[in-house]
């Protein structure tokens, strides 16, 4: 193989695109990649955890002091709900396709916009 062959594969192996399609279901995504015309395949996004302050217990917020006397405001507490992140559409986000004529590829993550 090459050097520029070599060069070539290594760069196309990490890319940075915009989101241009979401499966919720399935949790993938295509995107547009910044210099290609075409959105890409399926892209499975991976899955990255959120932070949670207590791992395999159910998370609940604190209790809540009612008001009014009404006894539906009554102190009381909700479940915190969390899912998984997925890119929306629109988002930037950073890729890594296998080195691979067509292969597959994964969402790393969203890149975030610098608003300084």
Known sequence: ME?????SILGRL????VVTNVDIPK?????????????????RVLANPPFLPRVNQPQRTEFEAGGGGDEAFSSHKHDVVI????????DTVLTL?????DSDGYILGRIEENTN
């Not at 949790?27 to 892209?43: F, T």
């Not at 396709?97 to 004529?101: E, G, K």
């Open 3 to 7: 050097l520029e062959e070599l060069e």
């Open 14 to 17: 990490v890319r940075v695109g």
């Open 27 to 43: 949790r993938r995504a295509r995107v547009k990649i910044q210099d290609e015309d075409l959105p890409s395949g399926w892209l």
């Open 83 to 90: 899912t998984p992140w997925l890119p929306r559409v629109n």
């Open 97 to 101: 396709f296998l080195p691979c004529h």
